[in-house]
T-cell receptor, first 109, second 112 residues
Framework: GIQVEQSPPDLILQEGANSTLRCNFS?????LQWFHQNPWGQLINLFY???GTKQNGRLSATTVATERYSLLYISSSQTTDSGVYFC???????????FGAGTRLFVKA | KAGVTQTPRYLIKTRGQQVTLSCSPI?????VSWYQQTPGQGLQFLFE???????NKGNFPGRFSGRQFSNSRSEMNVSTLELGDSALYLC???????????FGPGTRLLVL
């Protein structure tokens, strides 16, 4: 099955700093999503981005499907950005979503 | 529009018992997926349902089962609970497949 690798596993930032999170996947995918899980366990969908670039406020994401990777950019980080960021893909057969291990982000005030 | 709801939110069971968890998707969503999250294994796919049909299943033993009703609500059942089944169980809904998934708050299950 598809393997999803995220890096870095942990990240500590000072408030206001920028960061880039990476997601590599081992095979062609039907779709790709980025999620943020807050300290209470709630998963929030940030982007549905099987290819191309999207932006939403201080967050943006780029997926290069032909090279099998996606990047999530966080600019001007805030303490509320802390949590775990997950990349999730579905294979071309569909209907099964595979999550990476996540990047744990802590933003210091 | 109301979000995905899951009941109960917290549950304590003992080994050998069985448990049923419920998920109500966003109105109009027909696909429901279930996931198990543990510190050791991360987020793992359990199964996905669409129009009352299971379309895919993860690598879990047969003790884990699910179903979907005609109103798209879904339930999952775990029989003969083991200590290792302690986890956060998450449900997600989407319109047709996993294009954009919306997650519920989860059910935290503790098996003693």
């Amino acid at each position: 099955g598809i393997q999803v690798e995220q890096s870095p596993p942990d990240l500590i930032l000072q408030e206001g700093a920028n960061s880039t999170l990476r997601c590599n996947f081992s095979d062609s995918v039907n779709n790709l999503q980025w999620f943020h899980q807050n300290p209470w366990g709630q998963l929030i969908n940030l982007f549905y981005i099987p290819s191309g670039t999207k932006q939403n406020g201080r967050l943006s994401a780029t997926t290069v499907a032909t090279e099998r990777y996606s990047l999530l950019y966080i600019s001007s980080s805030q303490t509320t950005d802390s949590g775990v960021y997950f990349c999730a893909v579905s294979d071309t057969g569909g209907f099964k979503t595979i999550f990476g291990a996540g990047t744990r982000l802590f933003v210091k005030a | 529009k109301a979000g995905v709801t899951q009941t109960p939110r917290y549950l304590i069971k003992t080994r050998g018992q069985q448990v049923t968890l419920s998920c109500s998707p966003i109105s109009g969503h027909r696909s429901v997926s279930w996931y198990q999250q543990t510190p050791g294994q991360g987020l793992q796919f359990l199964f996905e349902y669409f129009s009352e049909t299971q379309r895919n299943k993860g690598n879990f033993p047969g003790r884990f089962s699910g179903r979907q009703f005609s109103n798209s609500r879904s339930e999952m059942n775990v029989s003969t609970l083991e200590l290792g089944d302690s986890a956060l169980y998450l449900c997600a809904s989407s319109l047709f497949d996993a294009e954009t998934q919306y997650f519920g708050p989860g059910t935290r299950l503790l098996v003693l």
